[in-house]
């Protein structure tokens, strides 16, 4: 396009002329019918010959007018490749951007399959609960078993002041406990992905 305009008002006109096309189409009228002896068409009753010039018209008014759309519309993707701005993802071209927030909705040629990030966060957000959940169970068995260890022990021998029976227990649950091995700190990896995320579709 050799006239200059800002994105917004490019956005702003193509959207203009999406409305106006879809319009100038639906009330434009191609083709009619005639007979011999009449001189008007059938359904815009004007004569043959102004009709035809209006259809001529007509389609020639929404011709311009798609060139005109599509002009814009390739001057505003050419803009946005060549365009950089700064997001929580780090520097993209605005094409860039509106594809990873595209990504990020679920939206695209791959819907949701390519959300990786919605994956991983779930997969994420699984596991650690699942594994949280294995640890309470596993301890709280622990734990019965321990109590009935020190009861029969201390069944055994009730007179007993001595707490070395009971310190064989304790050794036994520390050595049982179940522990959550949790390297990424994946609560933290969980609120900045979400951050990250919830950022870049507000910027």
């Known amino acids: ?11 702003d006109e193509r959207d203009l002329l999406v409305k106006k096309i879809s319009d100038k189409i639906a009330k434009a009228s191609f083709v009619d019918t005639i007979k011999p002896n009449e001189d008007k068409v059938y359904a815009k009753r004007i004569g043959k010959e102004e009709y035809a010039k209006e259809a001529e018209s007509a389609y020639q008014q929404i011709v311009d007018l798609i060139d005109r759309f599509q002009k814009i519309d390739a001057a505003i993707v050419d803009s946005n490749a060549k365009t950089e701005i ?7 071209t605005v094409a860039g951007a509106i594809s990873l927030r595209s990504r990020l909705r ?8 390519a959300n990786f990030e919605a994956k991983l966060q779930d997969k994420l957000r699984t596991e650690y609960n699942d594994r949280i959940r294995f640890c309470d169970l596993k301890n709280s068995q622990l734990q019965a078993t321990a109590e009935n260890m020190r009861l029969s022990i201390l069944g055994k021998d009730s007179k007993s002041k001595d707490d070395k029976p009971l310190g064989v227990v304790d050794a036994y649950v520390k050595e049982n406990t179940t522990e959550l091995v949790d390297p990424l700190e994946v609560k933290k990896k969980l609120e900045a992905l979400e951050e990250k995320r919830n950022n870049l579709l507000t910027e």
């Open 1 to 11: 396009m050799s006239e200059r305009m800002l994105v917004t008002q490019a956005l």
């Open 86 to 92: 700064n997001t929580s993802y780090g520097i993209f």
């Open 106 to 113: 679920g939206m695209g040629a791959y819907e949701g399959e």
